[in-house]
């Protein structure tokens, strides 16, 4: 009789093919962290835009062109919070996808519905397609690739007109309300 000590290594190596509770367990732990990055997301959005308009209203009361200047982080921030979030989320929901495909749960993915959102949709598969996909082409779908290629996304477009409107109001009062800058 072999006297191994149990660690933490020998116990935890999994040999044979997961079973359907572990998989279970795992896709409501990728299903959970989507959830709390989509609640991050929110939550930062909600205060980035209170603490901006909140700048921008300032300036203008007081006069002052570089509090409008400063509200400019805010947006710049938002869109770093979200590409942060998004390059998280994406590998998870695929993750999610082939997981349910692994359980057999082909009517109404959670996964096909995350993936089919057009702030994460992979470019070049219309919307409902990717339920109709067949295993082989599920594992080929790469929603965790590079985040410049996510850039051009309706999204982050809304953020780069929100930092342009934010550098505009702050030329607009230096210039045509004649503010000081500080």
Do not use: C
């Not at 929901?93 to 082909?106: A, F, G, P, T, W």
């Not at 051009?152 to 030329?171: D, K, N, W």
């Amino acid at each position: 009789m072999l006297n191994r000590p149990v660690g933490y290594p020998s116990f935890m190596v999994a040999r044979d093919a997961p079973d359907n509770e572990s998989l279970r367990l795992e896709l409501q732990e990728a299903i959970a962290m989507v959830r709390h990055l989509t609640s991050l997301v929110t939550q930062a959005g909600g205060f980035i835009t209170t603490a901006d308009v909140v700048l921008i209203s300032y300036g203008f009361a007081q006069k002052l062109a570089g509090i409008i200047l400063l509200a400019t982080v805010f947006p710049i921030s938002l869109l770093i919070i979200f590409i942060v979030t998004s390059s998280m989320g994406r590998p998870l929901i695929s993750l999610i996808v082939r997981i349910e495909r692994k359980l057999l749960v082909r009517e109404d993915s959670l996964g096909a519905t995350l993936a089919a959102h057009p702030a994460i949709r992979p470019i070049g598969i219309a919307y409902g397609d990717i339920e109709k996909l067949d295993d082989e082409k599920v594992r080929e779908i790469d929603l965790s690739s590079s985040t410049w290629r996510w850039l051009g996304r309706p999204i982050p477009i809304i953020l780069y007109t929100a930092i342009a409107s934010h550098l505009g109001l702050f030329v607009v009062a230096l210039t045509v309300f004649h503010h000081r800058f500080m």
